[in-house]
T-cell receptor
Framework: DVKVTQSSRYLVKRTGEKVFLECVQD?????MFWYRQDPGLGLRLIYF???????EKGDIPEGYSVSREKKERFSLILESASTNQTSMYLC??????????????FGAGSRLTVL | AQSVTQLGSHVSVSEGALVLLRCNYS??????LFWYVQYPNQGLQLLLK??????LVKGINGFEAEFKKSETSFHLTKPSAHMSDAAEYFC?????????????FGSGTRLQVQP
């Protein structure tokens, strides 16, 4: 089974801190994604990457950056955490395929609280 | 632009009753459509997907969904609810008329199953 592992299940940070959320997948997937999940808003795409060192902005990239130095690892960075970034963060991956219908595999999520 | 609307943020049914969760999409061409489920304290997992083959799609745990182009809908159903079906359900779309590789998710529907 494909496994997507998010390093931290729960984090509590203070306003202004720099926060790193790490995600690793073990199935050689080209594409990796970061979503945030908020009640009533569903999942919103922050950033995604389709190759090493490649990244594209999603729908809500403001206040975030990402890094993909190795194929298996995709990091989400909050340069200066703010209280409105308190949320559940979900990492996902899938392979690139001709059909475009490749299923996303999700990690268990990282719940971030910014005080 | 692609978008997804899930009608009803909360749905409550009795055990053994029909489950109907509604999803409508907007896309200029028939998209790929997905239903994901999230059990408490877990990541999302795929229930089923539509990729332009049969319009009635069967998924795991007795769920199925029907793609109706004329109604731009992809509603999820299950004939008889079980207590273990209590979870949050997300509809997602990938429109093939854009270069966007990421899925767009709806706001989610939380299903409660009453004994």
């Amino acid at each position: 089974d494909v496994k997507v592992t998010q390093s931290s299940r729960y984090l509590v940070k203070r306003t202004g801190e720099k926060v790193f959320l790490e995600c690793v997948q073990d199935m050689d997937h080209e594409n990796m994604f970061w979503y945030r999940q908020d009640p009533g808003l569903g999942l919103r795409l922050i950033y995604f990457s389709y190759d090493v060192k490649m990244k594209e902005k999603g729908d809500i990239p403001e206040g975030y950056s990402v890094s993909r130095e190795k194929k298996e690892r995709f990091s989400l960075i909050l340069e200066s955490a703010s209280t409105n970034q308190t949320s559940m963060y979900l990492c996902a991956s899938n392979p690139t395929g001709a059909s475009g219908a490749n299923v996303l595999t999700f990690g268990a999520g990282s719940r971030l609280t910014v005080l | 632009a692609q978008s997804v609307t899930q009608l009803g943020s909360h749905v409550s049914v009795s055990e053994g009753a029909l489950v109907l969760l509604r999803c409508n999409y907007s896309s200029s061409v028939p998209p790929y459509l997905f239903w994901y489920v999230q059990y408490p304290n877990q990541g999302l997992q795929l229930l089923l997907k539509y990729t332009s083959a049969a319009t009635l799609v069967k998924g795991i745990n007795g769920f199925e969904a029907e793609f109706k182009k004329s109604e731009t809908s992809f509603h999820l159903t299950k004939p008889s609810a079980h207590m273990s079906d209590a979870a949050e359900y997300f509809c997602a779309v990938r429109s093939m008329d854009t270069g966007r590789r990421a899925l767009t998710f709806g706001s989610g529907t939380r299903l409660q199953v009453q004994p």
